[in-house]
């Protein structure tokens, strides 16, 4: 990041945006899966709800609360695999889920930004 503003700028303020108006927040009613999870280290908490029609994510909603990282991350998400198979959201990999934020993530944030995507597999792994 560098001090003179522009493109770091612009996705730090995705980010918030994402943190303050998170898309597909919330629970869904009758979810064919559920799972919560934290980072005990940091103590965010993230639980998604998930509605599978055939193969495929129909509905998913998540709640928790944490850092800006670890929200902003879910809600993308969550944006991310709405309409995609199982098996294409289980072959997500942690790189195209930072990659999806847009930003550089230190080591010490890598578990914010990928708990979303840890609870999310752990969710379809009970589907099976």
Not at 66 to 92: D, R
Not at 117 to 123: C, N, T
């Amino acid at each position: 990041m560098n001090d003179f503003g522009g493109v770091d700028d612009l996705y730090r303020d995705f980010i918030l945006d994402h943190y303050r108006h998170p898309r597909n927040a919330g629970t869904l009613e009758n979810p064919d899966v559920t799972f919560e999870d934290n980072n005990p280290l940091c103590g965010d908490r993230i639980r998604m709800d998930v509605r599978i029609a055939g193969d495929r994510i129909e509905d998913i909603r998540f709640a928790g609360r944490g850092c800006a990282i670890s929200q902003a991350s879910a809600s993308l998400l969550t944006e991310a695999v709405k309409g995609k198979t199982v098996a294409e959201v289980q072959q997500l990999s942690d790189d195209a889920v930072l990659e999806n934020l847009g930003i550089s993530i230190s080591a010490v944030r890598l578990k914010c930004a990928l708990l979303g995507i840890k609870v999310l597999k752990s969710a379809l792994a009970l589907k099976r």
